[in-house]
Structure formats: structure tokens, C-alpha cells
Nanobody, 127 residues
């Protein structure tokens, strides 16, 4: 079991930046694929970004590629999402997710692939 706690959400103006963090506790190890998803009001939860065990393999949704950067610190059991050039359409509740995988640096983009989820952190983009 692993517990995930997100932080760093808040209110930011369009064009601004935020950095989300996800702290993992419990049965933590490097053998977790980590991802970020988001859900806006009235919409389905969608993939944002994911990073493999090695911290090198990464995937991004087209809507955030070039603006968002996912990274992980295996020593501290954290994964971060640096969000730049934020747009009103980025406003959502952002969720951290984890999936234990052995012997692979695969990156997972489908939410049904993940076993563990955080409670979410709200990001509001408004002037």
C-alpha cells in the first residue's frame, strides 16, 4: 500500500506558474510509475503527465506538452508537476496516481492502469 498526498494547488492568473507536489508514503520504492491526472467540473478525469520508474521516460497530454514538466525524486518519494503558462482551461482538480511495476520503465497514460490515488489539489486559473 502507498498513500499519496498532493500539495501546491491554488489560484493563479493566466500565464502564471504553479508547482504541484505529490508525496508518497507507506510501501514506497522506486518501483512505481507515477502520473498526474486532472478533472474539471462537468468533465471526465483526463491524463496530464506520467513518468517511469527511471525518471527519464515521460509522457504528456498534447494540451500541456511544452508547458508542463513532470519530475520525480526517488530519494524523497516525491513527484512534481511544474506548470507554466497556465491557461483558464487548465483549471481543475489535479490528482497524483501510482502503479507498482517491476522491471520496467514503462509510462502509463490510462487512469485505469493506476492503483493508488491522492485526494487531489485544486488549481484555479483566473484573472
Amino acid at each position: 500500500q502507498v498513500q499519496l498526498v498532493e500539495s501546491g494547488g491554488g489560484l493563479v492568473q493566466p500565464g502564471g506558474s504553479l508547482r504541484l507536489s505529490c508525496a508518497a508514503s507507506g510501501r514506497t520504492s522506486r518501483a512505481y510509475v507515477m502520473g498526474w491526472f486532472r478533472q474539471a467540473p462537468g468533465k471526465e478525469r483526463e491524463f496530464v503527465a506520467a513518468v517511469g520508474r527511471n525518471g527519464i521516460n515521460k509522457e504528456y497530454a498534447d494540451s500541456v506538452r511544452g508547458r508542463f514538466t513532470i519530475s520525480r525524486n526517488n530519494a524523497e518519494n516525491t513527484v512534481s508537476l511544474q506548470m507554466n503558462s497556465l491557461k483558464p482551461e487548465d483549471a481543475a482538480v489535479y490528482y497524483c496516481a501510482a502503479k507498482w511495476i517491476a522491471h520496467s520503465n514503462v509510462v502509463l497514460t490510462k487512469q485505469e492502469s493506476y492503483d493508488y490515488w491522492g485526494q487531489g489539489t485544486q488549481v484555479t486559473v483566473s484573472s
